[in-house]
């Protein structure tokens, strides 16, 4: 049975394991992010984006988080892909020092996009100027989205800010206000069940120690 329960259950289960969207990753510089509901009357899914910049990666890369009771052919609700997206990051990066070479178009998908940044700017403060405008390249397609979702299932609802706990490990996703709401929607089909009265602190300037290990 497709219950609010049951999908806090798998939200909770995958913050206990660590593959829960976290801002707070220490490992990437946010720089966007996105969420997506999608469910008919017994199937339902949610992807979460996390845009950011993984020194160790060398990139500005996509991560897709991806939870639901459809889910295909990997399954498993948690990570899903790892979309690099700056295809000319050797001219990007000046002399391997994550800081940004100056005027030098960052290609994303075939299309150079124009960093408003000086040379000598960190990496992850160039790739934030691109956006707004660039977003829709940066973040994932319709394809990318539904690699592992079945075709045809309906949109319910995206956002594109939201507000997060501060630390999966001290409120599970069932104790905050955001995924209670998404998890009505999805249980539901209604996306009317999402009326946040928090504030949203997705903007990457809310999260100033992600990417500092």
Known sequence: MMTTSSILGQFDRCAEDATFADLQNGYYYPVDVRLHLFGDATRWAMV???LGYSP???NLTDVLHRYGNCLAP????GFG?????????GEVEK???????GDVPLVVRGTPLRAAAEAGAPLQD??????PRHRDLLLADEGEL????PAGLPVLLRLDEWNQPDDFWDRLPSEHETFRQLAEVLASGDPSRYRPTLPPN??????????TL
């Open 48 to 50: 979460v984006e996390l």
């Open 56 to 58: 160790r990666a060398g």
């Open 74 to 77: 990997r399954g498993e609700p």
């Open 81 to 89: 892909d790892f979309l690099d997206r700056v295809e000319n990051m």
């Open 95 to 101: 002399e391997g020092r994550e800081e940004y070479a």
């Open 126 to 131: 160039a790739f934030r100027l691109l956006v």
């Open 146 to 149: 539904r690699a592992d979702i």
């Open 202 to 211: 997705t903007h990457w300037s809310h999260w100033p120690d992600a990417g």
